[in-house]
């Protein structure tokens, strides 16, 4: 068990759109959710830690008002990046725990965006 | 701040041969974790160390967890093409929150 899928796997669109990814545990209830941004050939940068029915926790330097997190339920947690721009293409990955958020994370498998 | 420190960043070898990777930090982790990651796809975790000293094996990988908990190594044993990819650390920082080193690149030369 521990299976994590994310929605869409790629996603192309124009400056100054809207775009949400969603990322859903599929066989276990996450209590706490993370959302990370990795560029090319580099490691993961955590952007935000989101927990089930209250407001996500930012990394310093993330816009929460360009990076808006939703975490509803204990199986859905949403990333929608607001007014798109070219620089905010990158790979977003989210993780999900089980218990408590130090313990061992399952990753997505990554939505690539493209912003034209 | 507590830091992850892998080593090497980069590693290319011929197919066959032995290779061990390392992750360090001047800290004390309740856990590390060792995942693998291959391009555009998410981090796959390959096992999680609990106990200072502990070792495990992975089939031909076996890690170890130093007996302080500072520290982690990776060692590959003959290593395959299949191996290739991105390996990544991460601990249990003392805020809760979950720490990345920047990774090791592997390449295995058939």
């Known amino acids: 068990g521990a299976v994590v899928s994310q929605h869409p796997s790629r996603v192309i669109c124009k400056s100054g759109t809207s775009v949400k990814i969603e990322c859903r545990s599929l066989?276990?209830?996450?209590?706490?959710m993370f959302w990370y941004r990795q560029f090319p050939k580099q490691s993961l940068m955590l952007m935000a830690t989101?927990?089930?029915?209250?407001?996500?926790?930012?990394e310093q330097g993330v816009e929460k008002d360009k990076f808006l997190i939703n975490h509803a339920s204990l199986t859905l947690s949403t990333l929608t990046v607001t007014s798109a721009h070219p620089e905010d293409s990158s790979f977003y990955i989210c993780?999900?725990?089980?218990?408590?958020?130090?313990?061992?994370?399952?990753f997505g498998p990554g939505t690539r965006l493209l912003v034209l | 701040t507590q830091l992850l420190e892998q080593s090497p960043q980069f590693l290319s070898i011929q197919e066959g041969e032995n290779l061990t990777v390392y992750c360090n930090s001047s800290?004390?982790?309740?856990?590390l974790q060792w995942y693998r990651q291959e391009p555009g796809e998410g981090p796959v975790l390959l096992v999680t160390?609990?106990?200072?000293?502990e070792v495990k094996k992975l089939k031909r990988l076996t890690f170890q967890f130093g007996d302080a908990r500072k520290d982690s190594s990776l060692h590959i044993t003959a290593a395959q093409p299949g191996d290739t990819g991105l390996y990544l650390c991460?601990?249990?920082?003392?805020?809760?929150?979950?720490?990345f080193g920047k990774g090791t690149r592997l390449h295995i030369l058939p």
């Open positions: 160390v609990v106990t200072g000293g």
């Open positions: 800290s004390v982790f309740s856990s």
């Open positions: 991460a601990g249990a920082a003392r805020d809760d929150k979950i720490i």
């Open positions: 989101s927990n089930e029915g209250s407001k996500a926790t930012y």
């Open positions: 993780s999900a725990t089980r218990g408590v958020p130090q313990e061992t994370q399952y």
């Open positions: 066989d276990f209830q996450a209590t706490t």
